[in-house]
């Protein structure tokens, strides 16, 4: 690892001040999983490192005053999967981030970090869009910016969070009334590894047991994680029979653009991630409390 010179933000204007003062040369750092790894493969190879976990008030979840609710930046991905109100309002987020590696990189890594990220191979973010969920950005001066979390994700391992902005949170809606919900990840390797194919699926049946309104994101099929949504059209004021929902996710594969690795090739993959929307709206639909 190269070496570089640690600074410890006390609170968020600190941060700020630090990332005027030493610019490109910076990287933040909250968990630290992601950077540290990414300095030692020589990829990230800043001259200062800016650490924001010890600033205040940046680690709690609470319900918002509309219903959302509102994950700070600094909370670690187990605090997450295991929060109560996570656990009741927002079962889908705390499914995804229960599947993030293993307890002890859970422990350490945080939600901000792992967005600002923008590893195509998360778990969180296909829950995280499908939800509709949106993040909060901060930069100097009080000025905050709220993005939809399917605009965050640009491009490999790149994001939408601008010069001298810092993920200061995470603001998610409860699914629907009625609705169910279902994350799937398909790895033929070991439980913490990245998957094949991973697939969110929110999915409302109206009264008369058909496709109110549904949202499909899947991940690590493409440079970023993607909406399926010629499916959710296909899908949407369908009655959910087992033809209409095969029918729909037939469309994924052209939806999708996967790259060749270890994990599989680009053609399995567009195959899984058929299978795996198939599955995923069949389990959100055993979820709903209306069918």
């Keep these: 690892m190269i070496d570089f010179e640690f600074h410890q933000a006390t609170d968020l204007d600190h941060a700020f001040a630090l990332m005027s003062d030493y610019g490109d040369d910076s990287r933040l750092m909250s968990g630290g999983t992601a950077l540290v790894l990414q300095m030692k493969q020589r990829f990230s190879q800043p001259g200062h490192v800016i650490g924001l976990r010890r600033i205040p008030g940046l680690d709690s979840i609470e319900e918002t005053e509309d219903g959302n609710v509102r994950i700070g930046a600094l909370c670690s991905q187990r605090q997450v999967e295991n929060h109560p109100l ?11 981030y229960r599947h993030v590696a293993t307890p002890r990189i859970r422990n350490m890594a945080t939600v901000g970090g792992g967005l600002a990220h923008g590893d195509p191979n998360q778990d969180p973010p296909p829950a995280l869009i499908a939800l509709g969920a949106s993040v909060e950005l901060s930069s100097a001066n009080g000025v905050r910016r709220i993005l939809p979390a399917e605009d965050l994700f640009v491009d490999y391992f790149e994001t939408d969070v601008r010069p001298g902005e810092i993920v200061t949170g995470l603001v998610a809606p409860p699914a629907a009334e009625g609705a169910g ?56 004021g369908q009655p959910l029979t087992e033809k209409n929902i095969r029918a729909a996710v037939a469309t994924v594969p052209d939806a999708v653009d996967p790259l060749d690795d270890h994990r599989g090739s680009a053609d399995y993959k567009r195959e899984m991630a058929e299978v795996f929307a198939r599955r995923a709206i069949i389990q959100a639909m055993a979820n709903s409390s209306r069918v």
Excluded: N
């Design 86 to 96: 996570v656990l009741e309002r927002l079962p889908l987020v705390a499914e995804a």
């Design 181 to 236: 919900t279902a994350y799937m990840k398909f790895l033929p390797r070991t439980a913490d590894d990245y998957a094949t194919v991973s697939v969110a699926a929110v999915l409302t049946p109206d009264e008369e047991g058909k496709c109110g309104d549904v949202r499909i994101a899947l991940g690590s099929v493409g440079l970023t994680p993607i909406r399926a949504r010629a499916a959710e059209e296909a899908l949407r």
